[in-house]
């Protein structure tokens, strides 16, 4: 098979949740937690942790990560397209899998079907593959209804389309793809549905409080 890298973004600064990659999660916390995931999923090659925090690059060494030094806000600009750019360069990795510390629920074995289906599905004229949740609920923005009509013409829910939650727990690609998209994935991505628990994404103290409810299941 071919080579696989997969890459944490674990910036420090987070609007929401302090120390958002170091929260404690059962034994350890969400990045070493991501580390260990990742190392017991067959098909990742390498694991590289980039991060503007010294406490998340001596611990990614620790656990048996790759680094990249990533700058600061003060340092200048780091959108999320330079850090592609400026990462993927230098790896020699054919396939790239992007993932997050806070999805803790996605596990390797997660991981493992996700990668082999990536590979399957690029047979079948795919370009990526990328985690959705699936949802079918009335949607409007400010100025109305976006997949619903009301009066006579209202369907049920049932009969609505499905949605899908973008989740950013899994974007696999082609390095070379990523480099030419700025971006992890493509116009015809597959989507690999993830159920809710599965999908949870930590991203504010209410979705660690879930978190901690899923883990004394």
């Not at 090659?45 to 998340?56: A, G, H, P």
């Not at 990614?60 to 360069?89: C, P, Y």
């Not at 493992?112 to 599905?121: G, L, P, V």
């Amino acid at each position: 098979m071919s080579k696989l890298t997969a890459i944490i973004p674990a910036r420090q600064f987070d609007y929401n949740l302090k120390n958002k990659n170091l929260l404690p999660f059962l034994d350890t916390n969400l990045l070493v937690h991501k580390i260990r995931q990742l190392k017991a999923t067959k098909q990742v090659d390498t694991i590289l942790v980039c991060s503007d925090s010294e406490e998340v690059l001596k611990q990614a060494v620790e656990n048996g990560a790759e680094v990249f030094k990533r700058q600061t806000e003060t340092e200048g600009m780091d959108t999320f397209s330079h850090l592609i750019k400026i990462v993927l360069s230098q790896l020699s990795a054919e396939h790239i899998l992007w993932t997050n510390c806070c999805t803790p629920f996605v596990d390797e074995t997660i991981y493992a079907k996700a990668i082999e289906m990536y590979f399957k599905k690029r047979g079948e004229g795919y370009d990526s593959l990328i985690s959705t949740l699936p949802f079918k609920r009335f949607v409007l923005d400010d100025n109305g209804a976006l997949n619903f009509r009301r009066g006579g013409q209202h369907k049920e829910t049932n009969k609505l389309n499905t949605l899908y939650f973008w989740i950013s727990a899994i974007a696999i690609a082609k390095r070379e793809d990523m480099l030419a998209w700025e971006y992890t994935w493509g116009n015809i991505p597959f989507k690999y549905n993830l159920n809710e628990k599965e999908s949870l994404e930590i991203k504010n103290a209410e979705d660690l409080k879930l978190a901690q409810l899923y883990l004394g299941e």
